[in-house]
């Protein structure tokens, strides 16, 4: 697509159900260099840090019109209909000759906050990129930020891969989620792929089970460069450090649109990380399979079979799994003591299916627990 001429875009407004996207106006710096000063607002973001009121002034007159003037992308401030509110801004930059996709960027500011206006903004600008031969649309987010993933994801974006190194922030390139919309797609939310948990996560008191985070990696990496763990391991090799990093830090984009969701069990008492869990979603519909490790500092007090029993009752109940399976090399005991101490029942065994790092197998002693709502009658 070409650029538009003259003043085509000078002046241009669109509207959603309950906001106007004008272009930006002198009078609008005050309010925009208020929200920047919220700390939030420079975590995804690359901003001048302090946040001035020239800094505002120039965005509202400089920047934020930039691509309206050169005619290759509409800049909009975020108004709210019904009171005249500023609530943000949202851009959609079109795509130059031959380059197949426009990209859309969103910032809601804090009091505005959890209302959908991001994803309302970024179906009316799709919409009008559609409308003007535009045939693939984008959103790309640093992978921690799930504010905006989930954006995406409610406009009708639709999840297609992670890019190392590809989305710049305050602290240097960061890997990049990538969300697409084609012309032709019917701009529905895209479900999640896993039930949210509880705010405060799960807790039996003495453990806990909440969402794998950034904060967790150097936790995670002692765990899985552990002897133990690795010689119990498939390979015979400790991960990187590099790729512990990226599995913490994706770990709540993978709840939103992975095939696994990663839990971190937390010891209620120190407030620190005592194991990890995965529930992955990889086989028939409402089929859960997990797998676990514990830090050596927490071995032996039965962690992981408080973790099973806690997540039990979420993903029958909430998350409507009909069935959780786990497995476990023959010599390991002490996994297979978890699962029965969990409820868990002995479902089998797999020959030769599990390797060791020396490259011979091991037979899997299987586990299954059936929620109760799906057991067959016949």
């Not at 859309?104 to 959890?114: F, H």
């Not at 930020?145 to 891969?161: D, Q, T, V, Y």
């Not at 839990?263 to 005592?274: C, I, P, S, Y």
Request: charged letters at 20%.
């Amino acid at each position: 697509m070409g650029e538009f001429r003259g003043t085509e875009l000078d002046e241009l407004v669109l509207s959603s159900d309950r906001l106007t996207l004008r272009p930006w106006q002198p009078s609008d710096a005050a309010a925009v260099h208020e929200a920047m000063q919220d700390r939030s607002m420079h975590e995804f973001l690359i901003l001048p840090d302090p946040y001035t009121a020239e800094d505002a002034v120039q965005f509202v007159t400089e920047i934020g019109t930039s691509n309206r003037r050169a005619g290759t992308g509409l800049g909009c401030a975020l108004v709210e209909s019904a009171t005249g509110r500023l609530v943000g801004s949202a851009d959609i930059r079109m795509p130059a000759p031959r380059r197949e996709a426009a990209n859309i960027g969103y910032v809601v500011y804090r009091p505005a906050g959890q209302r959908g206006y991001a994803a309302e903004a970024s179906r009316a600008l799709a919409s009008w990129a559609f409308a003007h031969a535009v045939g693939r649309v984008e959103i790309r987010c640093a992978v921690a930020n799930l504010a905006s993933a989930k954006s995406a994801l409610n406009a009708g974006f639709r999840f297609e891969g992670v890019l190392r190194g590809d989305v710049g922030t305050p602290t240097g390139m960061a890997d990049g989620a990538v969300f697409g919309r084609l012309a032709g797609d019917p701009g529905e939310p895209i479900a999640r792929r896993f039930a949210p948990l509880p705010a405060d996560g799960l807790s039996d008191g003495v453990l806990s089970l909440r969402v794998l985070m950034p904060g967790d990696a150097a936790a995670l990496l002692e765990q899985e460069t552990d002897p133990d763990t690795v010689r119990s391991g498939f390979t015979g090799d400790a991960p990187s450090e590099a790729v512990i990093t990226r599995t913490a830090t994706q770990g709540g984009l993978d709840w939103l649109v992975g095939n696994a969701a990663p839990f971190a069990m937390v010891d209620v008492a120190t407030g620190q990380v005592a194991g990890s869990l995965r529930l992955r979603q990889a086989g028939p519909p409402n089929v859960g399979g997990i797998g676990y490790a514990v830090r050596p500092p927490f071995r032996g007090r039965g962690y992981t079979t408080r973790a099973l029993r806690l997540l039990v009752p979420w993903a029958f109940e909430v998350a409507d799994f009909a069935r959780l399976e786990l497995g476990a090399k023959v010599s390991n005991i002490g996994s297979q003591r978890a699962a029965l101490g969990a409820g868990f029942e002995a479902d089998g065994v797999l020959r030769a299916r599990l390797r060791h790092p020396e490259g011979t197998f091991s037979d899997e002693v299987r586990f299954a627990m059936v929620n109760p709502r799906y057991r067959s009658v016949g």
